[in-house]
């Protein structure tokens, strides 16, 4: 048994755990870039308690998903103001800028001479600048993961720039941040944080550090993801659903993910569409193209057992079988009114090349079983 397991170096979570950021933000620089989403409303919060500790800040604020030249023109505005220290807060978006930016300010180059797929694949050689992560939405877990995810609109595409050197130092994990998340947020946010539970745990590479992680994490989610939406203020949910998105980070860092994860990527750049939706549409048709081609082509597969522990944690069933998983979700994805993938414009013309960019995607890679192109379109056309 040989695996590996990389994380922040260090994690605080728990209500109120943003109240540290000060203390913790002066030993790490003096000169702070604060990476703020579009509404820019946690910004000056953020601001007084790096100043309370005579740190510096120069705010640059995320409209949107990181692109390249959001990117690079991060990278400026920080070496410009003099910046040692990145501070990140709030969704997957905000925190993947920021570790692409921690990234560049301390290796030389441009993000497409580190991305993966349409880059030019160098090798981060250097620390990251610290970078301390703030999620305000329980989902992606990017406070804990070693990959940036970066939008590259004249390629159609999304992909990644990855080392474990782009940890941030210290994941600051507050569930209180997350009760402002309106329910449309909260539920795509949620299935993002199940499905990088779910997809670890069936991965090729999952190992026992992250299968204890996800059969937690599932289990949170399962009894949780719902009242997060339909109660926003109710506290045990909030803190379920932040610990379960914790999980899937550090889970999806050390044992990869899936088929779904695999069209995501390519997805979001092809259309404008958020992940945590187009996760949320792909996961009961992935899931299910899963357990049909193990049942057919691998009955023997070990695959099948965990799926089998999904859908016994999901449905709360200890008799439940690997095929009772994905009626569960498609159940659960219809509860939360989740679009699906045709309300974002994807069309049977579009297949094709969602699928050729989907099987070239490293998060295929580690999906329990190589999927043929007639199972990735019959998921795509009962996704629609």
């Not at 539970?197 to 069936?202: A, D, G, K, W």
């Not at 357990?291 to 082509?297: D, E, F, G, M």
Request: aromatic residues 4%; neutral net charge; glycine residues 10%.
């Amino acid at each position: 048994m040989t695996f590996e397991f990389a994380a922040a170096n260090r994690i605080l979570f728990g209500n109120g755990a943003l109240s540290q950021l000060g203390p913790i933000a002066a030993a790490l620089g003096r000169h702070a870039l604060v990476i703020v989403g579009k509404s820019g409303a946690r910004a000056p919060v953020l601001v007084d308690a790096l100043a309370a500790k005579g740190i510096a800040a120069t705010t640059f604020t995320v409209a949107g998903e990181p692109t390249i030249a959001l990117v690079t023109r991060g990278v400026a505005a920080a070496r410009a103001a003099g910046c040692d220290l990145v501070v990140s807060c709030g969704g997957g978006s905000a925190i993947d800028a920021g570790k692409a930016i921690a990234a560049l300010l301390t290796n030389e180059g441009e993000p497409l001479d580190y991305m993966e797929v349409v880059g030019r694949g160098r090798v981060i050689t250097q620390r990251s600048a610290p970078h301390i992560a703030i999620p305000t939405t329980a989902g992606t877990g990017s406070e804990v993961t070693r990959n940036a995810v970066i939008g590259s609109p004249e390629h159609g595409v999304k992909a990644s720039i990855r080392s474990p050197l782009m940890l941030p130092a210290v994941a600051i994990v507050d569930p209180e941040l997350t009760r402002s998340m309106p329910p449309d947020i909260t539920a795509t946010t949620g299935m993002d944080a199940l499905t990088q539970l779910i997809e670890p745990y069936t991965s090729v590479r999952a190992n026992p550090l992250t299968d204890a992680l996800c059969l937690d994490g599932i289990q949170r989610a399962a009894l949780s993801l719902r009242r997060a939406w339909s109660a926003p203020s109710d506290a045990a949910a909030r803190e379920d659903m932040a610990l379960a998105s914790l999980y899937g980070g550090l889970a999806l860092a050390n044992a990869g993910l899936g088929a779904v994860h695999g069209f995501a990527g390519p997805f979001g750049g092809m259309f404008d569409a958020p992940h945590g939706g187009i996760c949320a549409a792909l996961l009961p048709q992935v899931t299910a193209a899963n357990v049909r081609a193990l049942r057919s082509r691998q009955p023997d597969s070990a695959a099948l057992r965990r799926y089998a522990r999904v859908a016994q944690l999901l449905t709360g069933d200890a008799a439940a079988v690997a095929e009772d998983a994905a009626p569960w979700l498609a159940q659960l994805v219809k509860d939360l009114w989740v679009p699906s993938l045709s309300t974002y414009g994807l069309e049977e013309s579009r297949f094709a090349e969602l699928i050729q960019k989907a099987t070239a995607a490293s998060s295929m890679k580690s999906n329990p079983i190589a999927l043929t192109h007639a199972e990735l379109e019959e998921i795509l056309q009962l996704s629609l």
